[in-house]
Antibody, heavy 123, light 110 residues
Framework: QVQLVESGGGVAQPGRSLRLSCAAS????????MHWVRQAPGKGLEWVAVIWYDGSNKYYGDSVKGRFTISRDNSKNTLHLQLNSLRAEDTAVYYC????????????????WGQGTLVTVSS | SSELTQDPAVSVALGQTVRITCQGD??????ASWYQQKPGQAPIFLIYGKNNRPSGIPDRFSGSSSGNTASLTITGAQAEDEADYYC?????????????FGGGTKLTVL
């Protein structure tokens, strides 16, 4: 069965960095686009970034562009999100989610989600 | 415009039908997808495309779209349907692609 397990969350000071990971199993990871979606405490969902199945294209939400970097290692079935220049408003649960589209980019239908990892930005 | 608007809260009597709506310009071009989220849990994929349900989603959930509005309908709401519901879409501006969610609708089953 499809499994997505996030890790790497924790507490970071403003301006510092964190790297999140998402370990995928139960499907051919290299065939699917992958996303990061976040949710601030008590708030709604916010799309963060997407990466194509082969890493050839990456797109970001306006609030994280230039600070966050999405990447993947298809040999290790792992998705990453590098969070730099962290701000208090980046405090959220970060979910990785699989795009339902295979090999043809992304359709932004998130068919499987991990359980999330909490990032807290505080001094 | 990269915005989707949802009513913050909706209520429905047990066994009745409820419609949750989502409005945005991008919906004139792209179909929405819908997600259910219960407290402390990850979202669940409910509806996508014109009106498609992933396997395992009960057929009391259905979707529709007209103009700039997408709708999620629950026919015969159950107590376990009490949750937050989010719509999602995408938009292309020049060479930039991005996704976005509606603000969410909290459904109360009375």
């Amino acid at each position: 069965q499809v499994q997505l397990v996030e890790s790497g969350g924790g507490v970071a000071q403003p301006g510092r960095s964190l790297r999140l990971s998402c370990a995928a199993s139960g499907f051919t990871f290299s065939s699917y686009g992958m996303h990061w979606v976040r949710q601030a405490p008590g708030k709604g969902l916010e799309w963060v970034a997407v990466i194509w199945y082969d890493g050839s294209n990456k797109y970001y939400g306006d609030s994280v562009k230039g600070r966050f970097t999405i990447s993947r290692d298809n040999s290790k079935n792992t998705l990453h999100l590098q969070l730099n220049s962290l701000r208090a408003e980046d405090t959220a649960v970060y979910y990785c989610a699989r795009d339902s589209s295979t090999v043809v980019g992304a359709n932004f239908y998130f068919d499987y989600w991990g359980q999330g990892t909490l990032v807290t930005v505080s001094s | 415009s990269s915005e989707l608007t949802q009513d913050p809260a909706v209520s429905v009597a047990l066994g009745q039908t409820v419609r949750i709506t989502c409005q945005g310009d991008s919906l004139r071009t792209f179909y929405a997808s819908w997600y259910q989220q219960k407290p402390g849990q990850a979202p669940i994929f409910l509806i996508y495309g014109k009106n498609n349900r992933p396997s395992g989603i009960p057929d009391r959930f259905s979707g529709s779209s007209s103009g700039n509005t997408a709708s999620l309908t629950i026919t015969g709401a159950q107590a376990e349907d009490e949750a937050d519901y989010y719509c999602n879409s995408r938009d292309i501006s020049g060479t930039q692609l991005k996704g976005f969610f509606g603000g969410g609708t909290k459904l109360t089953v009375l």
